[in-house]
């Protein structure tokens, strides 16, 4: 592929709900602008931007792919990113590499949950935007319906560009409502669509439709405002050169009528993407650190280079690739920069344009542009690759911490040896993953953004690492604690030829308030244990509080005051006293209210207003506490409370109970004691597995 400058790029991301047809939009872009041979489709598994095994396999983007075309002596860098909650990070991050974004609605569904999470994404990122209502071929898909979702939810300045000619089976085709001219494609074309006059029925609401667009345009700016109130209407090329303006000051937002499956309206889209949407030369300059100041670096060639890494895979054959955009300067193939902030050196070898899986061979890259390259030694998503002279490093990505955790077992020794070679792999390419073992129950643990998230991580290590794993809930990291006060004597006396054992101790145990852990105190006076010995006591205690009373877990947040006690000159020692401090703990707790604790999440979920009376009520069930309620549009979100215990099914669940449009986050608040029946039953399982465990010891 040939390099483009700066003015002839643009960086495209589609965004939208998951099965909103992403994927299609790009496979008919791709097959348009002639990048590719034939129109490919996701139900065949031959996408250029779903080619992951996982992602054929389950029908859906998992991660951002990103392709490149030609048009009009263009190139447009569309990067296909993923549109389910729990892949959302993901897209968010390519977000970051694009200068303008396609938002994808299904003209059957309407704007869901994972639409409005990405419009207010590119909201925050300010990018300018058009909406593509797509499926409009499908059963039951509806323009005027669709519309009115899209009102509802994004405000008066949507405006359609287009109106479909037929809906349903009967969608052949497009009317451009600002050159008033209708265009049809068939299934044997090239993806361009024929020019015909507006057939009759449908004239009305074209020229309704072409003054409301007047209207809009000519209220963005002030000029054309008095012409439209002067001459009553504007100019065609004022409505374009109008309509252009305000799309990159993102004061207005087209929307377009498309089919990717039959590739339908792909070629209007290309021009609007050309002619409107901004190159990275008229987006507003980046901040950036250089030498501990911030400064501001705009995309150009004039200043040095630099790059931001916005993704990187893991390919069991080519090894690590990497995706950035060239933030300044022109990156040339074998270039040598520095990773800012390491100071580590990478070789930019055999630098590409990405078309899917596929490495188009370029010589260089002008800034703005993005590319990729394989087996760099150091970079991680998020690194800032520069110039020496010049080390400006780009801000960190923010990554949601993880919402589930469940336990992974390797299936043999062999996959044991493998599993965490093969996971930090797979976590240098997704953010939000997590392996990590936890230090109370002894188990390794993969945390994600849901289920299928950590599903597909297994799954993933199995087809490209051959790591066969199994996946569990994970044990819940219990505690036990003291509710009240005991005084006791921990008396340790064993006679045995020759030298005997004798260690004898007084403590007071009391609670102390919650997360202060424990604290250990010598009250002894008189010499009544020498002071050598007190540490043996104090050893006693932490070991045998580690193995709890209850039900076998850590016990918290008490003070033991040791006051008092005898000795023998012969037969005491650092194991007799540490022995009668056992003694002393097992007594101490048998008078001292222990009681179980269990950890409480703070819970965050995101779902549509419709749902929040059932999903309170859900919570309730779970004995979850509400701590807040917000509204932002026509998402609600709560806060509450919840007990990890009740969290552990809660992915699969809030999919059921909102057909997949909400999500949910959760991170460790505090300790809180176990109500009596579910601790009853806690300990009662405890006692049954140690007593499994002793019979199969005695077998």
Known sequence: MKTYETKDIRNVGIVGHGHCGKTSVVAGLLYAAGATSRLTRVDEGNTVTDFDEEEINRKLTISTAVAAAEWQKTKINLLDTPGFNMFVNDARTALIAADSAIVVVDAVAGVESGTEKMWQTAAEYNLPRCIVINKLDRDRASFDRTMDSIRERFGTDVVPIQLPLGEQKDFRGVIDLIRMKAFVYTSDGDGKGA????????????????????????????????????????????????????????????????????????????????????????????????????????????????????????????????????????????????ISGKGTEERLAHIGAPLGKTLLPVTELHAGDIGAVAKLKDTLTGHTLADKSSPVEFSKIHVPEPSIAFAVEAKSRGDEDKMGNALHKLLEEDLALRFFRDPQTKEFLVAGAGQQHVEIAVSRLKKRYGVDVTLKAPKIPYRETIRGFADVQGRHKKQTGGHGQFGDCWIKMEPLPRGAKFEFANATFGGSIPKNFIPAIEKGIIETAERGYLAGHPMVDFKVTVYDGSYHDVDSSELAFKLAARKAFRAAMATAKPALLEPVMNVEIHAPVEFAGDLMGDLNTRRGRISGMDTQGATQVLKAQVPMSEMLTYQSDLTSMTQGRASFSMEFDHYDYVPGPQADKIIAAAKAARTGEEETDDE
């Open 195 to 338: 020019e015909i006059p507006i057939p009759a029925e449908y004239a009305d609401a074209a020229r309704e439709g072409h003054e409301k667009l007047v209207e809009a345009v000519a209220a963005g700016k002030d000029e054309l405002m008095e012409e439209f109130f002067n001459d009553g209407t504007l100019p065609q090329e004022h409505v374009i050169s109008g309509l252009d303006e305000e799309m990159r000051e993102v004061r207005i937002f087209p929307v377009l009528c498309l089919s990717g499956l039959h590739d339908i309206g792909s070629d209007w889209l290309l021009n609007l993407i050309v002619e409107a949407f901004p190159s990275p030369a008229d987006r507003p300059a980046h901040k950036v650190q250089l030498n501990g100041k911030e400064i501001e670096r705009r995309h150009t060639d004039a200043q040095p280079a630099s790059a931001f890494v916005f993704k990187t895979t893991a390919d069991p054959f080519a090894g690590r690739i990497t995706f950035f955009k060239v933030l300044s300067g022109t990156v040339k193939n074998d270039a040598h920069l520095f």
